[in-house]
């Protein structure tokens, strides 16, 4: 009847529904014009594979356009493998130092983001495919035919059809983010001077949309090259930035002179027009660096106005020997708001020039600090060379994924080898698909695959019995069959995957050879080996994941924040420019804490929660989240401290600008005990901070803008550790909320 809509394939089964009637169309018009059309079976078979391989294996983010686009550029990586994958398996020794090579490189492959993380479990396929019998070096040109047309045919299909809307790009958010910065500031330059319960609110929701984890993976720039490095650089300045101008304290009302007040506006101005040509840069690639420089000028002129003490008081001495500037100054609460919005203008600073870099890449036209911008100046190789080195140890989730991977595929390749396993490449199959990076899920995934192959094979055996030799019903049954399979198993989950996937390939080689139901029984033992071999590497190399792993990189970010914290604090104190060179090299080993920790935590989303004994609905002990900020707080604050001109502090100042580095340093150093205390002792319950290390109402007396600004960074990563134990009161100040990091 008009009108009446017909039924609808409900909302779970519409994307693997596209993408499966993409690999089936491919797949089977491949097969059938190789198979019965050209006689060819063995340029059939692979390019049958390949496109499983890369269409139903892969799991590669994005768009059908934007996994066409990845997977042509992987194309001579296919041929590679299928060359090397041919070439090798001649003798056992040979494929099987292969397979740890290949297996362990495709699998590290993972630390370039995630369009190679998806796609190296095909990728692992096209070298298992040809590391079995027949070995037949001289059948290579059809196999590469084969693999071509597939790859090629499944890229056209990818882009051409059933086209999805794309997600809003990561360089849209950032812009969006930095227009919402641009109203924050515009509304802090005017009075009040200070942002509304809306305004605060949009601010922490825009920080909010340029998280990583709330970012679709195909969008976020996860990558180590120069503009993925830029564009998230961008990201978390502008995070900041959005949180700074949440929390910037009203002016007091008794602040001294319009001289100040103007020198603030002026940089809450600049600050607003830099992120709207911010923005601009981001959607458009204009230049911001003519507002960087009026930035840079009006930041340098309010840094000159607030340089001189604070004014005395009935607490306060009036001059000490080696402080500079006029008697009566500015009051302490000036101070500190002349020290926030000075931290204002350094995140919009850093928010522009990454952005201009991460459009312009080299040809970028706002001057860049060495330290901050490192990567500016390296090449795509040697970027790359930096992250595979970074995750190069034992530590790295990345590093133990690989290595358990690369050996349980080797392992299955021996046996495979050595016993002439039937249909071996079966179970090297099972242990790729069937692995995880956790004991406990990988048990779990193997009893669901090991039910449904059962069930699979039994099915399979009674099509083989029953259909016997006409090849006519197999390639009649296999399109349909390929469209359930890959439609119904990623929405139902492996037990159905693996039992779809039996019948399926049974369908495929009982058209390539005579067919028996044996072959169902070889599936089903081939499953069962290469899932064993699977739970003994799942037991031997890390079998809780990321779970330990997080407990310790989180305590090493922590004890390299503390040394941090240490230098950058004995600088302040000592107004000199010669504590900065040690602080070099702690800043990339704390680089590289942050680094190994954000890979740990990634893969920890994606593993379900070790058993705890505190029931389901429990809340985590530790806030890991907080302890990743608490490293990025570390490093920025310490970079904006120790920039010149290095202003020397009084004897009181000095003395209290260490005793409040020593107490957070002392601190991060007993929750980093609590995270990791050893081998042989259980984590311990973090300890509770109290968030707020100073107290403003006895500041010592003559203290410059330099110690504001240094006890409120000391602020807030005392908040930081506070809100790691999930004890996160109101803090004071406010300096320290986290809303927008």
């Known amino acids: 009847m008009r009108g009446v809509p017909g039924p609808r394939l409900p909302a779970a089964y519409a994307a693997p529904g596209r993408r499966a009637l993409r690999v089936t169309l491919v797949a089977a018009a491949c097969f059938y014009a190789f198979r019965y059309g050209l006689d060819r079976p063995v340029a059939a078979t692979y390019a049958l594979f390949t496109v499983v391989a890369v269409g139903g294996l892969s799991r590669i983010p994005g768009t059908g356009r934007q996994r066409a686009a990845v997977v042509l550029r992987l194309l001579p990586v296919c041929w590679a493998l299928v060359v090397v994958g041919t ?26 983001g995630p369009r190679p993380a998806g796609a190296a479990p095909g990728l692992q396929l096209l070298y298992i495919l040809p590391s079995f019998p027949p070995y037949d070096p001289g059948s290579l040109g059809d196999r590469l035919i084969g693999t071509t047309t597939g790859a090629v045919l499944f890229v056209a299909a990818e882009a051409l059809l059933f086209r999805e809307p794309r997600p809003l790009p990561y360089r849209e958010r950032a812009a969006r983010a930095a227009l919402t910065a641009e109203q924050c500031a515009a509304g ?3 009075p009040p001077g200070t942002l509304t319960d809306p305004g605060v609110r949009a601010a922490r929701e825009a920080g909010q949309t340029l998280r990583p984890f709330n970012v679709p993976d195909a969008e976020r720039p996860a990558g180590p090259g120069l503009h993925d490095r830029a564009l998230a650089h961008t990201g978390l300045a502008t995070r900041t930035l959005l949180s700074r101008l949440a929390q910037l304290p009203a002016e007091p009302p008794d602040a001294p002179g319009p001289q100040a007040r103007h020198a603030v506006s002026a940089v809450l101005y600049a600050v607003a027009a830099l992120a709207g040509t911010t923005a601009a840069c981001l959607r458009t690639g204009a230049s911001p660096a003519a507002r960087q420089r009026a930035l840079a000028e009006a930041r ?20 000490r020997a080696g402080e500079t500037g006029p008697a009566a100054g500015f009051p302490p609460a000036v101070l500190r708001r002349h020290a926030a919005v000075l931290e204002i203008a350094d995140a919009a600073l850093a928010m522009g020039a990454a952005a201009d870099l991460a459009v312009h890449g080299r040809h970028a036209s706002v001057p860049l600090p060495a330290g901050r911008f490192w990567y500016a100046t390296s090449r795509a190789p040697a970027l790359w060379w930096h992250r595979m080195h970074g995750h190069a140890g034992r530590r790295s989730v990345f590093f133990q994924n690989a290595v358990r991977m690369a050996l349980a595929l080797t392992a299955v390749r021996l046996v495979a080898g050595v016993d002439t396993l039937p249909h071996g490449f079966w179970a090297m199959l099972a242990t790729l698909t069937l692995t995880r990076t956790t004991l406990g899920e990988t048990w779990s995934t193997i009893r669901l695959a090991l039910a449904g192959t059962l069930a699979g094979a039994l099915v399979s ?5 029953l259909v016997g030799t006409d090849t006519a019903v197999y390639a009649v049954l296999l399109p349909v069959w390929m469209l359930c399979a890959f439609t119904v198993g990623p929405v139902k989950g492996m037990g159905w995957a693996q039992g779809l996937f039996t019948v399926l390939v049974a369908l ?3 058209q390539l050879a005579q067919p028996t139901w044996r072959l169902a029984e070889a599936r089903l033992l081939d499953v069962l080996v290469g899932s064993a ?18 407990h310790h990189a989180g305590a090493e970010l922590l004890r390299r924040s503390a040394e941090i914290v240490v230098t950058t604090s004995a600088a302040v104190a000592d107004g000199a420019a010669a504590a900065v060179r040690p602080g070099v090299s702690g800043h990339r080993s704390l680089q590289r804490a942050v680094l190994l920790a954000e890979s740990a935590y990634a893969q920890l989303q994606s593993e379900p929660p070790p058993f705890t004994g505190r029931g389901p609905g429990a809340p985590a002990v530790v806030d890991w989240q907080a302890t990743l900020i608490a490293g990025h707080h570390t490093l920025w604050g310490s ?6 001109p290095c202003t020397e502090l009084g004897p009181a100042a000095a003395a209290s600008a260490g005793t409040l580095g020593d107490r957070v340093a002392g601190r991060m150093l007993l929750v980093s005990a609590a995270l990791d205390p050893g081998e042989d002792t259980p984590p311990a319950p973090v300890p509770l901070t109290d968030p707020a290390p100073a107290d403003f109402a006895a500041e010592p007396p003559g203290a410059p803008r330099r110690y504001y600004a240094t006890a409120a960074w000391l602020d807030s990563l005392m908040a930081d550790l506070a809100r790691i134990a999930h004890a996160d009161p109101a803090p004071r100040t406010g300096a320290a909320a986290a809303d927008g990091h």
């Open 188 to 190: 802090l330059a005017a």
């Open 639 to 644: 970079a904006r401290l120790l920039e010149p």
């Open 300 to 319: 340098a002129h309010l840094s000159e106005v607030s340089a001189g003490p604070p004014a005395p008081t009935a607490a306060h001495t009036p001059r």
């Open 461 to 465: 055996a009674g099509i083989l019995v």
């Open 508 to 510: 495929v080689f009982a």
């Open 533 to 550: 071999i699977g739970v003994v590497f799942g037991v031997l190399a890390w079998p809780r994941g990321a779970h330990d792993e997080m």
């Open 87 to 112: 070439c090798l398996s001649v003798r056992t020794w040979s494929a099987v130092a292969g397979m740890l090579v290949v297996g362990f490189t495709l699998t590290f492959a993972a630390v370039g």
